[in-house]
């Protein structure tokens, strides 16, 4: 198992190449050897069990947490999921939910028994609407961190939460008075306590580590450390020094300035000052009841739109999993199948996991004894772990390193040895991390100490690693060293890959566009937006014209595309008119005779392609409408294929919004949020740290390391779990506080911590990219610093003096070129018809309203199927067949043809076997996957073996015979129910059967390899 389809693909692959390489001879490299002997071994035994792994790739059970968390919620449900299949949502589906789930709440503030909740949340936020949404929303995305912890019997008990309050302080405390013994001396204290500030001079000696001694604890920081946290360079009478006592004062200072070097004593002062409250107003935890009554109505009202809407999110995937797994009352059965089932697991970037992910593999595991033959093997780099933002706790790869899991603690061997990078570069970045990471780990902020790498590599360059500092706002002169860097790595190597690795895409932007100006041919990974694709804005302006006519600028949008390109003197003209819709004026005699010759051939073949598409409205399925007029209209035949696959995806997303009856403007601009443009390959790429995890390049380009991250919102409530697993929570400031409570400011610091220790990470698994050269570029700050929480704030120590010796040139870059698109258009127009595919290319969706209607008449048919109809009266037939858009005209034939299906299936032979009633029978069993989601039509178990059936309306040609269109049929239809049969292979260990059923000629046609 590991996190990610993009992993699982990885992992599969790997394996399966592993498998094939046992065709060719063994070779020479002895780790390869190894390799080779286990994928020889591994053959033989698929041979000796007629396993086909090679044929049946998925019969490997290679998945992510979160499918393992769908197989149990689907083959296993709860007495509450007993209902129809759900899907998985889309990202923009799930904010939708999120936010529906906050309105659906709100409108609940006159509720009897719940509006004095909402109503006092609401009023401590300001009665600010939006706020309540988006922090409701924020904690909706993240419910598996509180979900079940905030509901525990005592966890807002005011005395549960002081206890938990004060062992923080304590703990604290101690480490303090360790560092402060090693430093601070009793003259230190005679000199303090001659203080004339009374707090001060109460303080004679070294406090000690209980909670009464945080007040003198506090004292101690605030003469020592400035209001930021850095040492005093200077006292005053302010400080509690006047004139008087001159002597004493020149004295601490020199005392504080001996202290300077010690980091970790002013580190341990300053956390004084971030400690919790001990002791919880009433208001506190009235406030924090509040929250979490609010909070359960919103997850009511989530899990209510999900049950409507058939659909979850993963966090309910993992909810409903843990649940099913759990044995609070006795082991339950699908753990019990699964200890079973399970011999052997093997979990990939183990440092990724997820609380609720550990929860499940805790409880997967939880029977598990030494010596069963069971293998556990975690894999993971936790110096690699930057995805808090997808809830990875690092700190589990740390407890489990130290604990173990569940009853089993793991053997620990820790791999030394890059076989990656140059021994410079290694060298290079063993003599950093060794500096930037922390000394001593900590499993709750998520400190991970550093462990050096050994270089199988010889390689030494002087030069491997070259840093290139800039001056404040050199963003331009930034991105053109970069290109100079990528032109001459390009001109030493064509073939080189070279890889640009920024921390946010935003930061890409003026050296996308700087490459396009030099025609660097570059592959960007999901850095440009879907959205800001010309080609998306094109098609998202012909879909808002087609939903509606009166939009007059999408219809001027739609005329100045290229597949019309329209002029603006002829757009003039239509859009002076306001007495009549611009759809309506392209047919208008009197309004074409005043454009141009060229405009009115243009609006003319632009009319004529959506003629037949509006005439269909209501007919057809939007999706259909919309595809059909971009074949009209030529767009097709004019595409690259990125720009296919923006098609593509663009019409998916029609889709989605479609069958989730959200077609809309608005719903189509929020999907097209989550999706990235695709780019052709190229040895050039453009990509974030992120994405390059996993990944190597020759040379590695990392720019804007003096650029900050985006802010992150604070919650409306902070919690946090300890090892005992006792809680700690805070709620956020209401509009009248001018500051937040010091619990909320430490569980603030808290993560903040997290934040920064994942930083030191995420530049860590960018510089270990590089193979054998790594460009560093970061500018200072207006102050000429380097900016806090920057990456750059970590390599200042090794490159001050760079900035030290810079002096602002007066560089005379040139000007970025104003990235303004030009007119693009067809030069003949020409309106085309219906030409056949090419084939072999997958239909994703139909090309004619002919072949719409047989879609849609087959969908009729599988009804009566489903629902085991076979005497259905011509007139309800008839009824159904106007729905889908049949004419009146041809009704009669269709009512009779449908009639002869169903009476063909009836009579059939088959038929009592086929449509025997057996407990195991599904109709239209929907299964997701992890890229699909299929609909089965019927599927049984027979004789212990699970058959699929495909019902199919197919008629045979003219001339063919029933051998041939049989043939014809097994061609076409073989490789979608195979993919059936391997997904449901992953669920079923029943032998599977795929048949196809064609009522036309009352044939069983069964599927085989």
Known sequence: MTFTNKAVDELTERVLSSLKSTNRSRPRESHKQITYDLALDV??????????????????????????SSLITSRYPLRSQLVPPRIMAQNW??????????????????????????????????????????????????????????????????????????????????????????????????????????????????????????????????????KGGLWRKSLNKNNGFPVELKTQKNELIDLLRSLSERESLREALHQVTQLPDVDFSKAQTHTLAIIAQVLKLCVAQLSLYFEHEQAYDFIEVALLANQALDDRSSISDIALFLDYKVQHLLIDEFQDTSTSQFNAIEKLIKNWQVGDGKTLFLVGDPMQSIYRFRESQVGLFLQVKAQGIASIKPTSLVLSTNFRSSQSIVEGNNKFFQYIFPTNEDIYQGAISYSPSNSASDVVNNQAIVFHPFAYDQFQLEAETVLNIVKSSLTDKPTSEVAVLVRNRSHLREIAQLFKQHNIHFESLKTTPLKDHLLTRDLFSLARALMHLGDKLAWLSVLRSPWCGLLLEDLLVLSKNDESIIYEQLADADVLNKLSKDGQKRAQHVYHCLQDVLD??????????????????????????????????FLQIIDDCEQQQFLNVETIEVALEDFYAPSEKAVVKLMTIHQSKGLEFDTVIIPGLGRTPRHDDSPIMHMREFADQSLLLAPIKSALDTDESNTYSYLKFIEAQQNKF??????????????????????????????????????????????????????????????????????QIETPTNKPREQGEVLEYQQNFERLFKSLLGTLVHQYYEHV??????????????????????????????????SNTKQDPQFNWLFKDRPSTLTEAEFVTHEHTIVIDRMFIDDNILWIIDFKTA???????????????????????????????EIYDNDIKCALYCPVVSQLIEIKH
């Open 43 to 68: 053959m033989g035994r698929s041979n000796d069990r007629g396993w086909q792994l090679l044929q049946n790739p998925k019969r490997l059970k290679i998945s992510t947490i979160d499918g393992l």
């Open 93 to 226: 589906e799930r904010g939708r939910a999120y936010k529906q789930a906050a309105i659906q709440t709100l409108l609940m503030i006159d509720d009897m028994q719940h509006g004095k909740s909402i109503s006092t949340l609401l009023l401590y936020l300001d009665n600010n609407v939006e706020k309540f949404y988006r922090l409701i929303m924020q904690m909706l995305s993240k419910r598996d961190q509180w979900l079940t912890r905030l509901y525990r019997g005592d966890a807002l008990d005011p005395d549960v939460l002081k206890v938990s309050a004060e062992k923080i302080v304590v703990q604290h405390l101690i480490r303090l008075e360790k560092i402060a013994k090693q430093h601070l001396s009793s003259q230190f204290f005679a000199l303090m306590s001659s203080s004339a500030k009374h707090e001060y001079g109460q303080v004679q000696s070294l406090p000690g580590h209980e909670v009464s001694d945080l007040t003198r604890w506090q004292s101690v920081q605030s003469l020592c450390l400035t």
């Open 616 to 649: 269909n409205q209501g007919r057809f399925n939007f999706v259909e409408l919309l595809t059909y007029a971009i074949d009209q209209l030529g767009i097709t035949q004019s595409l690259s294929l990125p720009e296919s696959m923006i098609r593509d995806q």
């Open 758 to 827: 994942e930083t030191m990470r995420l530049l860590y698994v960018a510089m270990t990219r590089a193979k054998n050269n790594l460009h560093l570029l970061g500018a200072v700050n207006q102050s000429h610093q380097a900016t806090s929480k920057s990456l750059l704030a970590l390599l200042i120590t090794f490159y001050q003096g760079e900035f030290d010796q810079l002096q602002t040139p007066e560089v005379q870059t040139s000007p970025l070129k104003p990235d303004v698109p030009q007119l693009q258009r067809v030069e």
């Open 869 to 902: 109809l076979f005497e259905p009266s011509a007139e309800s037939i008839a009824a159904r067949l106007i729905e889908i858009g049949t004419s009146p005209s041809d009704l009669d034939e269709w009512v009779a043809f449908v009639l002869r299906l169903l």
């Open 955 to 985: 008629e045979p040609a003219q001339g063919e015979s029933l051998t041939q269109f049989i043939s014809r049929q097994q061609s076409q239809h073989a490789k979608q129910l195979f993919f059936y049969k391997e997904t449901l292979n």
